[in-house]
């Protein structure tokens, strides 16, 4: 007898799916519901950068992308040769990176904006001029330790991460009305939220 039990899709993609297209259609004025700016993917990395030969670092930030976003990260390895940083191309881990897509991408941004954002210290919203020209929104973090998945213990060696939202049929107007419609905290005017 096959498991019948069907597993329940996450808040955001739910809202997304039932109100927020109907409601950013007319806030946007779109013909088509397709025209509407939809979360693609998700991408976290961090750069290993000078740490590049630590192999503590590297266990350490590896982990951190494990207990946070549920998978398996991707080393990066370099594109070009730079003889000053000592990188030969294809040879040298340069970052580590995870894409996180579906089910998985709406409960890490469900987590991010909810419990991460609130935690860090003196927060004021995040930057508005984030997003590239391409509508796609980047949000770095500076410490770990605001992730509520992380430990005391796996907080103690600090490394920052960049997070990138990659929109479908987005712009700078449209991609922002729908990280707003998930509950992204923009800064206010004047830089005060």
């Known amino acids: 007898m096959a498991n019948t039990a069907t597993i329940a899709a996450p ?3 739910a809202l997304f799916s039932t109100q927020y297209t109907k409601e950013l259609q007319a806030e946007l004025g779109l013909k088509n519901v397709h025209q509407v700016p939809k979360l693609e993917k998700i991408v976290v990395s961090v750069g290993i950068g000078k740490n590049k030969d630590d192999k503590r670092h590297y266990e350490v930030v590896r982990n951190t992308l494990i207990k946070i976003t549920g998978q398996q990260p991707v080393d990066r390895m370099a594109k070009k040769s730079i003889a000053g940083f000592k990188i030969r191309a294809g040879m040298n ?4 990176s995870v ?3 579906n089910a998985r991408m709406y409960e890490f941004l469900d987590r991010l904006v909810n419990i991460t954002l609130p935690r860090v210290r003196d927060f004021h919203g995040v930057s508005k001029k ?3 020209q391409g509508g796609h929104y980047n949000l770095g973090i500076t410490d770990q330790s605001v992730f509520a998945e992380l430990t005391f213990e796996e907080t103690q060696h600090i490394h920052g991460l960049q997070v990138t939202f990659v929109i479908k049929n987005g712009n700078k107007v449209n991609s922002r009305a729908l990280l707003e419609k998930f509950g992204m905290p923009f800064e206010k005017e004047g830089g005060v939220r």
């Open 11 to 13: 808040r955001l993609k």
């Open 93 to 96: 881990r340069v970052g580590i």
């Open 99 to 101: 894409t996180l897509r």
């Open 130 to 132: 984030a997003f590239d």
